[in-house]
């Protein structure tokens, strides 16, 4: 996969399709130059007063004594209070206008839309399937949170599915613009549905088995971690390639999308050390994606390997692997099914009535801007000495490497919500080897089988409250903040490590700051 990686690298940062080339002395301006604009966004530039302020007001803190300013507003202006239910992911920025709330909740409603089969006479809601994982977006991302892994055992998944592909050299990939790293599986595509309308088979009965795996901390204290194995039983379609790749997903919070997408690219690629150049061991570099939607290569931001640019792609193909909705970025009114799965493309589906597709143009920007305004709860205690404590502790831990505190998004001209608000994901939206334990060993994009996008943070000691269940990690196998912290492998060993050996004061205050992220 390394070869066809770095074609692709070469390719996106404008090389010729005649010599696909990235030498390792390549500037690191030059070397991501084709990916530091950000032709989503209608952006007013920066001042250089402006810059010379935002790397101040970003810059690591030296005092640990009390708060740094504005820290308790992750969102920004954006920012909302804390409801003390399961609605505390569900409310509108902050900031929003009255005009822009209806259309918030006008998107709210599409976005929690339960679709049916076709042909029914709700027109507006029909086309389903023919192959699904959910029938509608608030299936999988349950209160815009997290979504719900299953129990060992289990029937099928909730908010979670098993991607599937294969090497792209197996498929004898060639257009760059079809590239993602791998090609997919040719009877059951990129993902596997669980769920089928009458008549056809499901693709796939989701499980998955533990194993668990005791860790003794330096202080005695043992902690039980679950090493899972996924298996895609009962197939319906015969067999799987047999160099198929299975990554299973668990749906991600909702959270902040619009202000993630907001933050310049160039800020996101300055964080980049692909080669580790300061020799501090994390070697973090971004994702490159095909854009259908700007047909050029971009910034890959979203998914949990940053495999989408924006977040009207990441939904649109969210609508059409998950539900089976054609939309205008992903127009095949049969969603994913195959080629070979006759059946399932001859199905009754929704199109060809006054929408065109399935969810038209405008339902699709309506869900966007839903999803790009969910508002990020504020923080809590920031000014509790433990909370403090912890903030050091995870900034000595080395934790603030790849979970980078915070950033300033872009001034825009047409999106006020997003525009210049000093936000703190902790994250630096870059791929991270996290070594074999968490490998799902397949590729995406220029992510190779061990790297995951860092996710951010913000909003994370609010699962319990809003998710009903404290399981994090891709696929939630960690039941606990601290198992999370401890299956951390790769380019976070050495932080991993730190914390097994730290006295349990310290690792309290740790898990202490997250919990009022």
């Known amino acids: 996969m390394q070869k066809t990686s770095s074609l692709f690298v070469a390719v996106c940062l ?120 959910a029938r509608s977006c608030q299936r999988c991302h349950i209160k815009d949170g997290r979504g719900h892994p299953p129990e060992e055992g289990a029937e ?24 993602l790293g791998t090609a997919p599986d040719p009877t059951y595509g990129t993902q596997l549905q669980d769920f089928a309308l009458p008549g056809l088979p499901a693709e796939y009965r989701f499980q998955v088995d533990y194993v668990e795996r005791p860790v003794t901390l330096a202080d005695g204290t043992v902690v039980t971690l679950r090493d899972p194995t996924y298996t895609a039983a009962d197939l319906g379609y015969g067999p799987l ?29 300055a964080l980049a050390d692909p080669d580790d150049a300061d020799g501090d061991g994390i070697s973090g570099r971004p994702n490159i994606v095909w854009s259908g939607e700007f047909d050029r290569p971009m910034l890959g931001r979203f998914g949990l390997k940053a495999g989408m640019a924006t977040v009207m792609e990441q939904s649109a193909g969210a609508f059409a692997g998950d539900i089976g909705i054609s939309n205008p970025l992903f127009p095949d009114p049969f969603g994913e099914c195959s080629t070979i799965q006759d059946a399932c493309r001859n199905a009754p589906h929704g199109d060809g009535d006054e929408r065109g597709f399935e969810i038209d143009q405008a339902g699709l920007d309506l869900v966007v801007f839903y999803s790009r305004n969910l508002g990020v709860p504020a923080r809590r205690d920031v000014g509790d000495p433990q909370v403090l404590r912890g903030k050091q502790v995870f900034h000595d831990t080395g934790c603030a490497s790849c979970h980078q505190p915070s950033f300033v998004t872009h001034r825009l001209n047409d999106q006020p919500e997003q525009s210049f608000q000093l936000i703190w994901p902790h994250t630096d939206m870059l791929l991270h080897d996290m070594g074999p334990g968490l490998a799902d060993n397949r590729p995406e994009a220029v992510a190779n089988g061990t790297e995951w996008r860092t996710p951010p943070l913000w909003g994370i000691g609010l699962t319990q409250q809003v998710s009903g269940h404290t399981m994090f990690l891709h696929d939630g196998r960690a039941r606990s903040l601290l198992e999370a912290i401890l299956w951390h492998g790769g380019e976070a060993q050495a932080a991993r490590d730190r914390v097994v050996d730290m006295p349990k004061p310290d690792r309290d205050a740790l898990l202490t700051y997250l919990e009022s992220l």
């Open 14 to 133: 404008g090389a010729s399709f005649g010599a696909f080339a990235l030498t390792h002395a390549t500037a690191q301006t030059d070397r991501y130059a084709a990916v530091s604009e950000d032709p989503h966004l209608d952006v007013i530039p920066r001042t250089d007063v402006e810059a010379a302020r935002i790397a101040a007001v970003v810059a690591p803190p030296q005092d640990f004594t009390k708060p740094q300013q504005f820290e308790e507003l992750s969102g920004g202006a954006a920012t909302v209070r804390v409801k003390p239910d399961a609605d505390a992911f569900s409310q509108p920025s902050g900031n929003i206008g009255f005009e822009q709330e209806l259309e918030f909740k006008v998107g709210n409603g599409l976005f929690r839309k339960i679709w049916v089969s076709s042909p029914s006479s709700t027109l507006a809601s029909d086309g389903l399937g023919p192959l699904y994982n």
């Open 156 to 179: 099928n998944a909730v908010s979670m599915f098993l991607r599937v592909s294969i090497p792209d050299e197996a498929a004898g990939i060639a257009d760059i613009q079809d590239y």
């Open 241 to 269: 390639h047999p160099e198929a790749m299975l990554s299973p997903r668990v749906a991600p919070q909702m959270i902040g999308l619009g202000l993630l997408e907001a933050i310049p690219a160039a800020d996101i690629l």
